[in-house]
């Protein structure tokens, strides 16, 4: 089990990390979203003792990752998966991992079986593609055979193959009862990956659960279809209801459940052909909660039209 207590870590001025305080417990998948500098990525180097907390601490088991006797038996890690030295073949590189926690030798070649990269074994690390480089990242995170694995962005350059193959690893993981914490920023890979979601936003705990519950607790919005598309229209704006796209088919209408559209329209004498609730994705959840913690945002850019 992994657990952050209380941690705070700063850069000089910047607060990376603001009293973050939460646990990722063994047997799911557990996704960790936050927008570009929310301090995702500086977590987990804390989790692995690169970083040193300024308060607070991050164990795995209980214990820090500098006390830990055989840490790749016990914590498995991807964060740069071109972190690795563009000269040694993928088997001498994983064959050195395991030298220095005391792996067995023929643990390397069955990882590099799992991971799919057999072939390229006895190939340099530097001519890797960057979906190579991710899978050879795996093998190494898998070496120990752990308990805890923690993954950032381990989908980038993986083809839809792969990505499929790393959502069943991850599920096969978590079954066995191990602790698998996944950072990402694809909302939509989360939301089929993952059990548990963990949302944080300049460096502050935001909220956690399930996709579920996340998508459950959010503002949707409902299709209707309708006998007088133009009459509710108008009715559905007198009761604070936004119509957020009219087409051929029908309207999309926020702010407002069904139940209360169905009462509109049948008070209105319209009739309803109709009504379907459609319920936020996790990306439309996403982009609500972290509104106010998004470090760089974009905003309408005025052209200049010279004649």
């Known amino acids: 089990m992994l657990k952050i207590d209380h941690l705070t870590k700063h850069y000089h001025d910047v607060v990376a990390v603001d009293d973050l305080d939460f646990e990722v417990k063994p047997g799911v998948v557990t996704g960790f979203l936050g927008p570009n500098g929310s301090g995702k990525s500086t977590t987990m180097r804390v989790i692995l003792g690169l970083d040193h907390p300024t308060k607070g601490r991050a164990t795995i088991n209980g214990q820090n990752y500098a006390d830990l006797k055989s840490p790749l038996r016990e914590v498995g890690a991807l964060l740069d998966a071109k972190a690795v ?112 979601i963990i949302v944080i936003g300049r460096g502050r705990f935001i909220t956690q659960g399930s996709v579920d519950d996340l998508t459950a607790t959010a503002k949707g919005t409902v299709f209707v279809r309708a006998s007088d598309t133009q009459k509710l229209t108008a009715l559905v704006q007198t009761h604070e209801g936004t119509v957020q796209e009219i087409n051929d088919k029908g309207l999309t209408i926020g702010g407002m459940t069904s139940d209360q559209i169905g009462e509109v329209a049948f008070n209105g004498g319209i009739t309803i052909l109709e009504l379907t609730p459609q319920r936020a994705s996790l990306e439309e959840v996403f982009m609500d909660l972290t509104a106010d913690s998004v470090e760089y945002g974009s905003t309408t850019l005025g052209v200049a039209h010279h004649e």
Do not use: C, Y
């Open 85 to 196: 030295h563009p000269g040694r073949t993928a088997r001498n590189h994983l064959r050195a991992l395991a030298a220095s926690n005391q792996i067995k030798k023929s643990r390397v070649d069955e990882v590099l079986e799992f991971a799919g990269i057999s072939s390229v074994a006895n190939k340099k690390v530097g001519g890797f593609s960057l979906g190579m480089s991710q899978r050879l990242g795996i093998a190494g995170a898998l070496l120990g055979d752990p308990g805890v694995l923690l993954f950032d962005e381990p989908v980038n350059g993986l083809d839809p193959e792969g990505i499929r193959w790393i959502r069943e690893f991850f599920r096969s993981l978590a079954k066995e009862g191990r602790t698998v914490f996944v950072s990402s920023h694809l909302m939509s890979e989360m939301a089929v990956s993952a059990d548990q």
